[in-house]
């Protein structure tokens, strides 16, 4: 999927049409997200940054969403033939992944 169809995707899905794996259930008493601030991202598409490809190429993706200035939301989702998906989610510190990629 390009970058455009994914946006595509997202404006056209649903709010029923997204689930969630156990797995996010049970990262998100580690991490401070919750389903509730996902689905709000899933649905601002003008938040939506970047998407790349899981390590098969198949349906998993990795879609990069703006926060703010100084954090970014990472979601690891499955694209079902009705739906989406989300195995896991976390925040990451734009600042210190930058500092990564040197």
């Given at each position: 999927m390009e970058l455009k169809e994914v946006?595509?995707?997202?404006?056209?899905?649903?709010q029923d049409e997204i689930i969630f794996d156990p797995h996010f259930y049970k990262r998100t008493s580690e991490r401070p997200i919750n389903e509730g601030?996902?689905?709000?991202?899933?649905?601002?598409?003008?938040?939506?940054?970047?998407?790349?490809?899981?390590k098969d190429k198949?349906?998993?993706?990795?879609?990069?969403?703006r926060m703010s200035r100084k954090y970014s939301l990472v979601m690891i989702v499955d694209v079902l033939p009705k739906g989406l998906k989300v195995i896991s989610a976390w925040n990451t510190n734009i600042k210190w992944q930058g500092k990564l990629k040197r």
């Open positions: 946006r595509t995707f997202l404006e056209a899905l649903n601030m996902i689905r709000k991202y899933l649905a601002s598409i003008d938040k939506f940054e970047k998407a790349e490809y899981g198949g349906n998993r993706l990795k879609l990069w969403f």
